[in-house]
């Protein structure tokens, strides 16, 4: 997709958007549209999917939504802070080193996801 041609004065000819020397430019692309598809289609599977839910367990799973949505919520709100506390390059792992340190069950070292659990296990002290 490209941008639109925007008009400076009323009797000059239309000149391309994006040639400011920004650098930036506003468009969207195929894999953005492919993405906000994907999304849709998870957003809407997870709506229809929710109603076996509410069948099951009754309207107090809706309680359960709504508590997890502000866990959620208050989740961004605290990662929002710090990335503007602590402006840095990087993912939101450079948040927790900061907090935790370099050690070995830091994000960086790779202890996260399916191996977090082996990193853990192995700074248990042993069984006598």
Not at 13 to 24: A, H, I, R, V
Not at 63 to 72: K, N
């Amino acid at each position: 997709m490209t941008s639109q041609p925007t008009l400076t004065q009323a009797d000059e000819s239309p000149q391309p958007s994006g040639n400011t020397g920004s650098g930036l430019q506003a468009g969207l692309k195929n894999r953005h549209l492919s993405m906000i598809a994907i999304g849709g289609v998870i957003g809407a599977g997870l709506f229809v999917g929710s109603s076996s839910g509410i069948a099951t367990a009754g309207p107090g799973i809706l309680l359960s939504y709504a508590l997890v949505g502000t866990l959620v919520v208050l989740v961004m709100r605290m990662l929002g802070e710090m990335s503007a506390a602590n402006p840095t390059s990087g993912s939101f792992s450079a948040h927790a080193d900061r907090a935790l340190g370099p050690g070995p069950a830091s994000p960086s070292a790779g202890c996260t996801g399916s191996s977090g659990s082996s990193c853990w296990r192995s700074r248990r002290p042993p069984v006598r």
